[in-house]
């Protein structure tokens, strides 16, 4: 390691330690914005403090000039708003209402980049206890980010995907305590792999994830492309409800370096804000989710008269929200190259009624291609096993390929996971697109239509293992020779006893 250098690991043990100052005191899926939004204020500030030295040192005698190359950088920093005026100071009263105002102080410095970013948080909100509590939680956060470890200058760090990979480590540490919550704001790593490898993302694609939660689902499509091109020539747009996760995606964006991105804060369902000029509904080469399960409330009232004509194929539950979901993804699919990959409850395979409807007309029109069975266990917030839907604007056939990989996983005592070895044998079995003894299978239209339309797993992969035949006649001969055996201990034991005088 280069002397003065700071690694992944340390920063993310560093980070997660800060924790300690909330633990007891606030709810995890509280303080996760409080210590996520200190990294992103504590990452913005070394940049600001590591140019301006670098600078200072080149042009010492010109201050003027100083100051107009760092009105260049891409955050800039008023006086005072900056984490090391906030640490000189974490000794005074007010530490809360000092926090809020330098946040909000960033937001107006920086235009449309930062605008409402910090708007659902306030570091001097009740939450945190009176105000000498309050006081004193954040004077020890201030005092833990000021750290040698938390040292986030980029002539330190090196890398922009350190800062990146340790919020990436924050939130599946959060999600893996906020219970119910995490899946609001994180879908499982490997889950994320699954799906960005899946969809093929190309060269100068444009993404999007309509209920984008803090953004890694999104980003890891980006990174799929750099992985295998090494071109950040690639677009991502993304919707999150929750403003507090909207906050979060926006930040992690900016720490993974992803500048060409747009994320909008809203309903995607009631309002859907990734528009064109003309104010019809963008369409992508790539849509991926991971949407709340089984929305109950989630805007049927106003879906029949849906102005941008998503749900003419039929109307949803109003106590289950997944196919509204999944029709908004449908028809933001750029027409010749649009795939998209969705998670789903295993209901959406084979729900009646007007689900099933829905489902009906998909295939006919040939948009569904592949569903994969996923292990139980695997998501935060929720112990069902899920599925992933793959849909596609243009095949090449009818065909639709089920893969069963329930039973494969890695076993975990809170949650499970899909291993390396997992994964590679569902690339394998998607690539080859040819039916697998007791794990895949290549379903024909004609005979989806013959199982009305119902994509239950097991109707197309046939799981079941035959027992071996069980010999009646060595298991009689092996239970009378233990009867046989027990009779003999029995006698012996009755004269060990006699002997030690327990006789009759």
């Known amino acids: 390691m280069t002397a003065g250098r700071v690694t992944q690991a340390e920063i993310n043990k560093a980070a997660w330690a800060a924790c300690d100052t909330f633990r007891g005191t606030v709810d995890a899926s509280v303080y996760k914005d409080y210590v996520l ?32 190359l760092m009105k260049n950088e891409q955050f800039v920093l008023p006086k005072g708003a900056s984490f090391y005026d906030l640490h000189n100071d974490r000794h005074k009263a007010g530490n809360g209402e ?63 995907d350190i800062i990146g990979g340790a919020y990436e480590y924050l939130i599946s540490r959060f999600a893996a305590s906020a219970g119910k919550k995490a899946g609001e704001f994180y879908t499982p790593a490997e889950v994320s792999t699954l799906m960005a490898r899946l969809v093929e993302p190309q060269e100068g694609d444009d993404i999007c994830d309509p209920t984008c939660g803090s953004g890694s689902l999104l980003m890891k499509c980006g990174q799929e492309i750099t992985r295998h091109t090494g071109s ?46 003309e104010d ?7 849509v991926v989710a991971n949407p709340p399960f089984s929305l109950d409330k989630w805007g049927s009232e106003k879906a029949a008269t849906d102005r941008f004509g998503r749900f003419r194929r039929g109307l949803p539950p109003k106590t ?43 295939i006919e029109e040939n948009l569904l291609d592949t569903v994969i069975g996923l292990p139980e266990k695997l998501f935060f917030g929720t112990g069902i096993p899920a599925a992933i839907l793959l849909f596609r604007k243009k095949k090449p056939d009818d065909t639709v390929l089920f893969i069963d990989a329930s039973r494969d996983y890695d076993e975990g005592t809170n949650q499970n996971r899909l291993g390396e070895q997992q994964l590679l ?35 197309y992969v046939d799981t079941f293992e035959e027992a071996d035949e069980i ?34």
């Open 37 to 68: 939004t200190m990294l992103f204020l504590k990452y913005i500030s070394d940049v600001w403090k590591d140019h301006y030295e670098t600078y200072r040192k080149e042009h010492g005698d010109h201050p003027d000039l100083i100051e107009a």
């Open 98 to 160: 000092r926090i809020d105002k330098a946040l909000h102080a960033i937001e107006e410095a920086n235009g449309n980049k930062l605008r409402d970013v910090f708007q659902d948080i306030s570091f001097n909100a009740n939450k945190l206890g009176d105000e000498e509590q309050k006081n004193d939680i954040l004077r020890m956060l201030l005092e833990d980010f000021a750290k040698d470890s938390l040292d986030l200058r980029p002539s330190r760090v090196g890398s922009l």
């Open 232 to 277: 950040r020539k690639y677009a991502l747009y993304g919707q999150e409800a929750i403003g507090s996760t909207w906050a979060l995606a926006k930040m992690n964006m900016f720490l993974h370096g992803e500048t060409n991105h747009q994320i909008e804060w809203g309903d995607t369902i009631g309002n859907p804000k990734l528009r064109t000029v």
């Open 280 to 286: 019809q509904l963008r369409h992508f080469d790539v």
């Open 320 to 362: 289950k929200g997944d196919y509204a979901f999944i029709l908004h993804m449908i028809e933001t699919m750029k027409p010749k190259t649009g795939r998209m990959a969705v998670v789903v409850p295993h209901g959406v395979l084979f729900r009646g009624s007007s689900e099933g409807e829905i489902r009906r007309k998909l």
């Open 425 to 459: 044998s569902i690339f394998a079995a998607f690539d080859a697109r040819v039916s697998v003894d007791k794990y895949a299978h290549l379903a024909t239209a004609g005979e989806i239509a013959e199982n009305d339309f119902n994509l239950n797993i097991p109707r």
């Open 471 to 504: 010999d009646l006649v060595s298991v009689r001969a092996e239970r009378l020779k233990l009867k046989a055996d027990m009779a003999e201990l029995e006698v012996k034991m009755e004269g060990y006893l006699k002997e030690l005088g327990y006789g009759a």
